[in-house]
């Protein structure tokens, strides 16, 4: 036994394996985080390092979240990797009493660390934390090609881009009813890019890094991947419908299906966004 043999860590080391299935992990791009339930970190503790690493600071802070344990993915580490080599590729942090530090309890072997990512992820999960009455538990972050690519022509809105993925898929106005947020171009990794997202996640479950990619939350894997999914290939679609008729879109889902499906479906549209 170990903490490879955690129904938990499998579960993570899946949704790494399908994001680089999909395509949308080039080299070391993407990054996963899962906060842990008590019973998880149980299951763990007795494989941890006998000593934990030393503590660092993250340069964000949220009380909410101190005394969490994550599991992470490491910076530089490839997801092609994950499932190969698991104790090189990701590993458990904890997270400090005044919320602002991470120490390694398990794996990121041989000197490895957080994805340089941490800090988004851990003020998104603070926000997400805090917006559904802790049920969320995943924070993704993947370099999704269409999503990318619609951030070179689309109006880097909310509004514009909401708009733009529920028309290209029926189902999308169901799984993302409020919308998804946009983020302007930003360096990665730092504070400012974490405070933006999470400002973007007080919203929505989902937000698009211009020229950069898609970050995604959800309570397990399945529905933070399946979110992922939904966006990338309704992004898809509207990349290919752009391509094939020259910018001319002959007929689309109108303001009043959309408010059909939300009827139907027993979901609030967010109205904002809605003509
Ligand atoms: P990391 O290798 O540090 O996770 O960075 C990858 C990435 O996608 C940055 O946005
Ligand atoms: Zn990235």
Request: charged share 20%.
């Amino acid at each position: 036994m170990g903490v490879l043999d955690v129904e938990i860590v499998k579960g993570y080391i899946r949704m790494c394996t399908d994001g680089w299935l999909q395509g949308w992990h080039e080299r070391n791009g993407g990054n996963l985080t899962y906060r842990m339930k008590d019973e998880e970190v149980a299951a763990c503790r007795p494989f941890f390092n006998a000593v934990p690493g030393p503590w660092v600071q993250m340069g964000v802070q949220a009380e909410n979240l101190a005394g969490e344990y994550f599991i992470t993915t490491g910076s530089g580490k490839y997801f092609r990797n994950v499932e190969l080599d698991p104790e090189h590729s990701i590993g458990i942090v904890e997270i400090n009493a005044a919320g602002d530090s991470w120490r390694i309890v398990w794996g990121l072997a041989g000197g490895a660390k957080p994805t340089s990512e941490f800090p988004s992820h851990f003020m998104n999960h603070s926000v997400r934390k805090a917006a559904t009455g802790g049920a969320n538990r995943v924070i993704y972050h993947c370099h999704a090609t269409n999503v990318i690519a619609l951030t070179y022509i689309l109006p880097l809105t909310d509004r514009d881009f909401s708009r733009a993925l529920w028309q290209s898929a029926t189902e999308c106005p169901v799984v993302f009813p409020e919308g998804v947020g946009v983020c302007p171009w930003m360096v990665p990794g730092g504070a400012g890019i974490a405070m933006a997202t999470s400002e973007k996640m007080k919203h929505y479950q989902a937000a698009i890094w211009a020229q950069h990619g898609l970050f995604v939350s959800g309570p397990d894997f399945d529905t933070a991947f399946g979110l992922a999914h939904t966006i990338e290939k309704s992004a898809e679609i509207y990349v290919k419908v752009l391509s094939m008729g020259g910018g001319l879109i002959r007929q689309t889902i109108t303001d009043d299906d959309l408010r059909a499906i939300a009827r139907d479906f027993g979901v609030v549209l967010n109205e904002d966004f809605l003509d």
